[in-house]
């Protein structure tokens, strides 16, 4: 039977360092951390994120900002509002929720975000970074996932690690972190043949699909740390993730659940990036 990796314990633990490190940067430098949250529309999933975004940036000490803009707001009037707010000092990160309304270009939001306050990592500069090893910020999710996998005390170098999810914000990201931690990486997608043969191989395998408990136990090796990212509903509409937790876990050395695994640690690391972001902007090491 496989260990439960405690997101929220870990997630708490990142936190409480973050929270730690506020304090006392604003204690011996007078820094102060602000995070601007953008959410356009009424979308109800998308309230709940940003409501715990502000949550979390209380939780740390740092002030939030929420602009709430109207579903009919136009392209021009959001890239205007990040423009405001690459040039507001009080802000060190800006986050623009997504999805956006169909009707505004996602790509020309976030690149209109400058580099240096980009702390969900998305923008091209960012990007390019990750792929040279040399980055300020990682996109939250799969840096949540690298702070999970270490928790187990696994040691990612030399092992087979298997990717599935292919996407910017999850997958490709993904595979460069364990990569760079002298993982030997393969990424799988839709178009991938002999899927199972490939998860049966894997020591660490990380699911970001958004199909409900499509890899099950049979797929697992015997120990693996198995880590879901997905967030999807079951037939009976309660909430779970891309792996079925009830084979996997009596194959899995380690496994997270769904909720309560990878959820919690993307909050958890848009709060450490703001907080970097914040240091790097005064000039702290
Ligand atoms: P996405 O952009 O839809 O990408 C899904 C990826 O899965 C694609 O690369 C796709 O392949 C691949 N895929 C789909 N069906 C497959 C199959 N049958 N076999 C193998 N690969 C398959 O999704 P995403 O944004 O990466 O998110 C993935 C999941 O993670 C979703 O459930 C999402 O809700 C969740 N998520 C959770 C968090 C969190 O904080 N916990 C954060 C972000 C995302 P192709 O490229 O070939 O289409």
């Given at each position: 039977m496989a260990q439960i990796i405690d997101g929220k314990a870990v997630s708490a633990s990142v936190k409480a360092e973050v929270a730690e490190e506020t304090a006392r940067l604003r204690e011996?430098?007078?820094?102060?951390?602000?995070?601007?949250?953008?959410i356009v529309g009424n979308d109800p999933a998308s309230r709940v994120y940003v409501n715990n975004k502000k949550k979390a940036c209380e939780a740390v000490g740092f002030q939030s900002y929420e602009?709430?803009?109207?579903?009919?707001t136009t392209q021009e009037q959001l890239l205007d509002l990040v423009n405001v707010l690459n040039r507001d000092d009080r802000v060190n990160g800006i986050l623009v929720q997504l999805p956006?309304?169909?009707?505004?270009?996602?790509?020309?939001?976030?690149?209109?975000?400058?580099?240096?306050?980009?702390?969900?990592?998305?923008?091209p500069v960012n990007v390019g970074k990750i792929m040279i090893g040399e980055y300020s910020f990682l996109p939250c999710t799969p840096a949540g996932v690298m702070r999970l996998i270490e928790s187990t005390g696994v040691d990612i170098t030399g092992k087979q690690c298997v990717v599935i999810g292919r996407s910017n914000i999850v997958g490709?990201?993904?595979?460069?972190l364990l990569l760079q931690k002298n993982g030997t990486v393969t990424i799988c997608h839709s178009k991938t043949k002999n899927l199972k043969e490939i998860?049966?191989?894997a020591d660490i395998l990380v699911v970001a699909i958004g199909r409900a408990k499509f890899v099950t136990g049979d797929m697992i090796k015997e120990g693996a740390v198995v880590i879901d990212v997905g967030m999807d509903r079951d037939e009976n509409g309660k909430l779970c993730g891309d792996v079925d937790f009830e084979s996997a876990e009596k194959k899995a050395g380690y496994i997270t659940p769904v909720p309560g695994g990878v959820?919690?640690?993307?909050?958890?690391?848009?709060?450490?990036?703001?907080?970097?972001?914040?240091?790097?902007?005064?000039?702290?090491?």
């Open positions: 011996t430098n007078g820094l102060k951390v602000g995070l601007a949250v953008v602009y709430a803009l109207d579903e009919s956006l309304p169909k009707h505004i270009d996602e790509k020309a939001v976030i690149n209109a975000i400058s580099p240096d306050k980009d702390v969900d990592a998305f923008h490709k990201p993904q595979a460069m998860c049966l191989g959820g919690p640690m993307t909050i958890a690391m848009l709060m450490k990036n703001t907080l970097t972001a914040a240091k790097q902007q005064a000039g702290i090491e």
